[in-house]
Nanobody
Framework: QVQLAESGGGLVQPGGSLRLSCSAS????????MGWFRQAPGKEREFVAV????????YYADSVKSRFTISRDNAKNTVYLQMNNLKPDGTVVYYC???????????????????WGQGTQVTVSP
């Protein structure tokens, strides 16, 4: 079964950049869609981005379009989230997720993904 481990979180100033990584092990990484979600304290987890199994199709939440880029390297079993022009959202935990049966209509739904990482914390603050 696929296990996911995020890294790359940290503290950054508004307008800055971070790149998150999610390494997968123990399963058929190449066959699944890979997504990023995030959750702020006291708020619902929300969809950020997803990349399809072949890396050719990507989808983003409207709030991050043109600022974030999701990509995957199947040879390294890793998916990335490049985040630019970060907004002062405070502390948010970003989660990597994998789903073998994700379809287009369900990409924003957490339940469509069956493997999750532990999360990596991102703090955007002056």
């Amino acid at each position: 079964q696929v296990q996911l481990a995020e890294s790359g979180g940290g503290l950054v100033q508004p307008g800055g950049s971070l790149r998150l990584s999610c390494s997968a092990s123990g399963g058929s990484f190449r066959q699944g869609a890979m997504g990023w979600f995030r959750q702020a304290p006291g708020k619902e987890r929300e969809f950020v981005a997803v990349v399809w199994r072949n890396g050719g199709s990507t989808y983003y939440a409207d709030s991050v379009k043109s600022r974030f880029t999701i990509s995957r390297d199947n040879a390294k079993n890793t998916v990335y989230l490049q985040m630019n022009n970060l907004k002062p959202d405070g502390t948010v935990v970003y989660y990597c997720a994998a789903g073998m049966d994700v379809i287009l209509s369900s990409i924003r739904i957490g339940a469509a993904y069956n493997r999750w990482g532990q999360g990596t914390q991102v703090t955007v603050s002056p």
